[in-house]
């Protein structure tokens, strides 16, 4: 726990590093033991058709709203970069989202970096024909 805390103080005190390292630290603690955490990603058309956001999936039960509706909608929180601590609410329809593998933390991270730090993922080339 000392070096770790060790640690926490060395990287708040780099300059532009603290700014990434901060927000991570600080949307990580937030949400990484609560259990209203994000405990899925997903990748949903957003802002608008053919362009994709990174979002964590919030609730999956808003009674009135599919109610009204009559469609199975999910609460999806869109964060904005590089601070993911404020973003959009947004209620997209079950099938219109994509669950993905990343972790909460490795999405946060993608976030935060502005994309330039994702995770490592084996890619695989469909051939056709």
């Known amino acids: 726990k000392k070096v770790l805390d ?3 103080r060395v990287l708040m005190r780099v300059p532009l590093l603290n700014k990434f390292y ?12 609560s259990k209203h955490s994000f405990k899925t990603v997903v990748l949903v058309e957003f802002p608008g058709p ?6 964590f999936i919030t609730s999956e039960q808003q009674g009135e709203i599919q109610q009204k ?3 199975k909608l999910i609460s999806v929180f ?4 590089p601070n993911p601590t404020s973003g959009f609410l947004i209620m997209v329809p079950e099938d219109k989202l994509t669950k993905l593998d990343m972790s909460v ?6 976030v935060v970096s502005l994309g330039a730090i994702s995770q490592e ?9």
Do not use: H
Not at 78 to 81: D, S
Not at 105 to 110: C, E, G, P, Q, R
Not at 121 to 129: F, S
């Open 50 to 55: 053919g362009n994709y956001s990174v979002g």
């Open 6 to 8: 060790w640690t926490d």
């Open 78 to 81: 869109v964060p904005t970069t």
């Open 121 to 129: 993922y084996p890619l695989t080339i469909e051939k056709r024909g």
């Open 22 to 33: 901060g927000a991570i630290k600080q949307v990580n603690d937030a949400f990484a033991g």
């Open 69 to 71: 509706t009559g469609r």
């Open 105 to 110: 933390t490795d999405a946060i991270k993608y």
